[in-house]
Structure formats: structure tokens, C-alpha cells
């Protein structure tokens, strides 16, 4: 059986093989007798599961010892909140806006902090970088959104906060791209991502956090969300989503055997190279953010006429390309091109997009 | 095949129905050509899952129309912050402890409001239920948890604060037998349940609230967990647990097909009966807890010597009976037979702790 191909912006497509996986063992992990989902998260066979996912995802990205990582819940607009109710300490936070995104986080913190808008691309409707930033003397942190999902602005390398006169600690939602590239850990802070895009199911949100800057929470921080009482349970103070971290160690030993994030990047490099070439020599479709912030993963475009959207997802789901739609505050079709995304899956999208454009050109 | 049993108090054995259905449609829902994980939450599949969902709950607990039913993430433990930031406006609110879990919900609570102890059965070491309750009289809420996991303590009847004199709304935590009885809605305000021991996987909390009570939260509310915010979004405010979602559904169509609510609260009282009988009549094994409030759900017992307590786990784990390993906090055994553990589950526990007790007692 050939299955569709998914392009979602997530929750999103997943590797054949991790489903196949997590489908035969769904009665009997391994001779436990149990599901994954029934066992109790403290019983030996679970933390087995949780300890291999944490340390192949440490192997995977590279993680410094001298960083915690947490298993969380309330994905990235749960984190809006949690970030700067463990790290603001009430005081200035610099937040970057290069989307949807990075504003909302920038809103939320507003309830914790003196949240101060450094930069933003607000007046080039979220399409280019913007090139001053101007940061506090004294911020608590600087935030970013190194992948903007929905307006498809990928930083192609994280700020150098230093060389840009701050000693702040950098904070990085890379939700939707995370495990596409490497991290550079030396520029970073703490890093979140919600699991649904580029990990695992929806309900797990990873956090990766300088161990120098936990224990500084709020008095208002519920205990659950308080990174240090999650750091110091081994992310088992609430019940964690047991199921959800054993798809996502899944999904990071399919990563290991496809090269890990070496490999994903030269895929994604591919795989969006050919997309972009595509779309920006048909004459017909049109992406609009500028060249050197495109993103990877989620590549929004254009038809020339609005009205003949509806035909281009029709045709497309007839082929078997589904989930294109845009976004509703962006509009237009967007196809997120996530790791499990075969190159296979980009080549039938450009094949139909070529087809569509001659048709209707 | 048969499978063992599995008495683990949460996440907790599942319907084997349930579970194979789920291996069934992994890679392909309903001819979607894809698993419910890789389904945008706002697509039309996902929606009619959730939907669906919300529909079979509402009908099996028999939930007022006036009350919202909302899907959200952290179990119990976040709620034990997230229902004081909704509801307690800064005041007054009143806590009956009844064992560690109600006893964990008032001292988070302490963070948000003037948590005052009504009513606690410490001194009994969590056996019995406490007789005399000080309510405030101008409480916000008062909360209990109807029953305890750990010390098998459960509420036989929810209290009528309103003839004790208390107009405040009450606050049950019912994680732990949540669909093992009817709920008498004109009792609640709000309740809450974690999903991981009657519902379905960890990572999904349900939260049953009156409409009145939600648009009074504290404005250090995270907006991910404001009930206003969830209840306008219907639950799509941030990504939902959508996996975790679908699992509940189908536990949802099994209890309808097992004659719901009723059907699992005569089930429960059998199960229960033949186990605490058999505790009683034993002459070897002990349960502590005061008669007219046992769990029916969970239920600790003693053997004579905790120097024999291993040799009891291996033999059990030998003849296919899991997690029975008592709380730390209060050793001994613990057996949690939810909605899905069958009968012949209990019938399997009785004969071999009536072989045990022969060959040791």
C-alpha cells in the first residue's frame, strides 16, 4: 500500500516505519504483556523507555551535559507562559517578532515581565529578518522563534547575542524545526519545542534548559511547570504522556538510522531547494518571503488567482497530496516538509503544482 | 493469546478491544490515509473525533448542558494550580483531605489563595472519612477528591455542601474512578479527572466546569490553561493531546457497549465485594480503611510480614498478575481494578492470594 502524503503543519506526518512499529507492538511491548500506554511511568519497563529517549536525543542534537532535558505538557503556547514564569524574574525580556509565533509569545509574557519588543518584521508582513535589534542592558532573556510556522521565516543561523552587545541568555522555540539542523548550544539558553511537528505526537513538549537557569521560578509557577521540581523528578513529578515520549523515542531511532540531524538537514536542504526552484521559476506561484530567511519545513506559496484554490486541493488530494491548505491569516496553500517527508513526497507536489500551473497558466 | 492482568494505578490496563482497534487504524483512519497522530487537530477527521468524543461523554456521565467539557493537558497535578488560578479569585477556599492527593491539591493551592484545611483524616492515617467539616463562609470553592489512589479512601456519596451550610460550589478530583459511577451534577461545580487510570493514556486531564465559574481567572492565569480560553476554543486553543483524545473516544464507545456508567458501577461493585470479602474473611490479609468508604477502585492490602511482600510479587508476576506493588508512601499491596480489569482479572488475584496465604499463613 502506497500512503498519501501528508504535508501538515502539525501535528504532521510521521515515519511509515515508526507507525508500523508502534501498531505491532500495541498489545505486547517487548514480552511486558503490556502496552506502553499501561504501564505505570515509575515501573522499570517505562523508565527504560524514557531513559533510551533521552539519550538518544541527547546523541541526536548534541545536548551539553550542563543542560536539562525536561518532558513537558501544554505544547509551545503552554511554554509562552512557563518561560518567563521560570526565567523572567519579573523583570525585561527582549522578545525578536518575525511571525505569528514569536508574537504570541511576546503577548503572553506580558503577564509575567516587562516584555519589550527588540525587533520585529511586522511592517514587511513577517517576509524578511529585521536588521536592528535593539536589546536591553539588563534583560532577564532574549526570545526567538527560530521557525515560524506559519509565515515560513527560518533564522539560517541562531543570533550571536554577544557579538550583539547582550549577555543575556538566548530562549529558541524551534518547535517546527527542531531536529533539522544542528543546534549551536554555545548561543543558547534554554530551547522548547511541542512534539507535534517534527517528533512525535501532539501532547509532549521537549524544553532544554541551561541548568544555571533553573531554580529562579515565580511564586505564582504552578509546581508542575516549575522547571526545577520537573528537573529534580526526572520530569516524573506529574504523570508525564507516556505514550507520546515512547513514539517520539521511536522517531529518534529512525532518525539515527537516517544519518541523524546530518542527514535530515541534507535531505531538507534538498527537498525545499527543490520545492523553492520550483516556485520561483514557474512564472505561476509565489512565495514571498525573502531568500535568506525561507524556511526549511514549511514553505507557504501563492496561486495567482485565490479562486482557483479550492481546484488546486482538490486535485492535489485526488493524488493523494493532502493537508495544503495556508494558513487562514496567511491564506494561499502551504506545504510543511517535515523529516518524516520523503523526498518522494516534495517530487510528487512539484510533479502536480507543474501539471495544475499548466492547465490553468 | 490471553494477556496477564495489569493492577497498576495509572496509567492503568486498558479494554484489549480498545487496544487492538487502535493497532488496526495506526496507518490508516477510516481510509484517511493517515494515523489519528499525523491528523491536523482542525481538520475535518480529527473534528469529528473530538467531537464524537465530547458526545459519548456527555451522554455516559450524563453531563448538564451547562457545563462545559473541556480536553486539556498535566493531569491532576497542574489542576491542582490551574482550578485555584480559575476559580478562587484570591479568596477564601476550603479543603477536605482524605489522603495524599487532596492533601497535594491544598498545599499547591497556597500559591493562589487562602487555602483553609475544613476537614482531614490525618490523624486516622487516611482510613476513615472525617466527620466534623468547618466550612468558611465565604469560600470560593470547596474541593475534595472523591477517591483516593493511594489510600483507597473513596466518597460513597459526593457531599451536599449546601446542608452543611455552604453556598460554595464543590471542586471534585474524581482522576481515579471517573465512568465507575453516576456523578450528581447538582452537587459539582467543577470536576476534574487525569485520563491514565479509567480514561485512556496520560496526557489528557478532562475538566467538567459550570459555566458561571469560568472568566474570573487571576491574571497570572497562563492563557493555555484560563478554562475561558479553553471552553471559546473548544479545546483547540493550544494543540490537544489528539491522540490521546481518540483513545478516550474508544474507551468511550466500549463503556457504551458494556451498558455505560451503570453497567461499570455494578461490574465495580462485584469486583470490589469479591475482593474486600475475601481480604476480610482471610485471617492473613489486611485493608485498613473504614468500611462504608473503600474504593471500590483501589484497594490496599496487607500480608502479615512485609518480609514476604517480594516473594508475593514474583509469584504473582509468575501466574500473570502486574503492578501490584503497594504505594511507597504506604506499602504493602495495592490492586487497582478500574472499569477495564474484568472479572475474571479479580477471580485470577483471589485464588492466588488464597494459595499464598495457604502455603505462608
Not at 546523541?59 to 523572567?88: D, W, Y
Request: glycine residues 10%.
Amino acid at each position: 500500500m502506497t500512503r498519501p502524503y501528508n504535508f501538515s503543519a502539525g501535528p504532521a506526518a510521521l515515519p511509515q516505519e515508526v507507525l508500523e512499529q508502534a501498531a505491532a507492538e500495541m498489545l505486547d511491548w517487548h514480552g511486558s504483556g503490556m502496552s506502553v500506554m499501561e504501564m505505570s511511568h515509575r515501573g522499570r519497563e517505562f523508565m527504560s523507555i524514557r531513559d533510551q529517549a533521552e539519550t538518544d536525543l541527547r546523541e541526536l542534537l548534541a545536548v551539553p551535559s550542563h543542560f536539562h532535558v525536561l518532558f513537558m505538557q501544554g505544547g509551545g503556547l503552554a511554554e509562552n507562559a512557563i518561560v518567563p514564569l521560570n526565567l523572567s524574574r519579573g523583570g525585561n525580556v527582549d522578545f525578536v517578532v518575525t511571525g505569528s509565533w514569536s508574537a504570541k509569545s511576546f503577548k503572553e509574557a506580558r503577564r509575567y515581565c516587562n516584555a519589550h519588543l527588540a525587533a520585529s518584521n511586522e511592517a514587511d508582513g513577517h517576509t524578511g529578518m529585521p536588521d536592528r535589534w535593539q536589546l536591553n542592558g539588563n534583560a532577564a532573556y532574549v526570545h526567538v522563534c527560530t521557525n515560524e510556522t506559519i509565515h515560513g521565516v527560518e533564522f539560517q543561523e541562531l543570533p550571536d547575542l554577544k557579538a550583539l552587545g547582550s549577555d543575556a541568555p538566548l530562549v529558541i522555540d524551534c518547535s517546527s524545526h527542531i531536529a533539522s539542523r544542528p543546534i549551536d548550544w554555545s548561543r543558547v539558553g534554554l530551547a522548547f519545542a511541542g512534539a507535534q511537528k517534527n517528533i512525535g505526537p501532539a501532547g509532549l513538549t521537549l524544553v532544554f534548559v541551561r541548568e544555571d537557569l533553573v531554580g529562579h521560578a515565580l511564586g505564582v509557577c504552578p509546581s508542575a511547570f516549575d522547571y526545577k521540581t520537573v528537573a529534580e523528578n526526572h520530569s516524573m513529578y506529574n504523570t508525564p504522556p507516556t505514550y507520546a515520549i515512547y513514539m517520539a523515542g521511536l522517531v529518534f531511532q529512525w532518525l539515527k538510522r537516517q544519518g541523524g540531524v546530518a542527514g535530515m538537514e541534507a535531505r531538507s536542504i534538498e527537498k525545499a531547494g527543490l520545492l523553492y526552484d520550483y516556485i520561483d521559476t514557474s512564472g505561476y506561484y509565489v512565495n514571498k518571503v525573502d531568500k535568506r530567511c525561507r524556511s526549511r519545513m514549511n514553505v507557504p506559496f501563492f496561486l495567482p488567482d485565490d479562486a482557483l484554490n479550492d481546484s488546486f486541493l482538490a486535485g492535489a488530494r485526488d493524488r493523494g497530496l493532502l493537508q495544503l491548505k495556508g494558513h487562514k491569516s496567511v491564506g494561499g496553500m502551504r506545504a510543511s516538509i517535515y523529516n518524516a517527508m520523503p523526498l518522494a513526497g516534495v517530487q510528487a507536489l512539484v510533479g502536480y503544482m507543474r501539471e495544475f500551473a499548466a492547465r490553468h497558466g
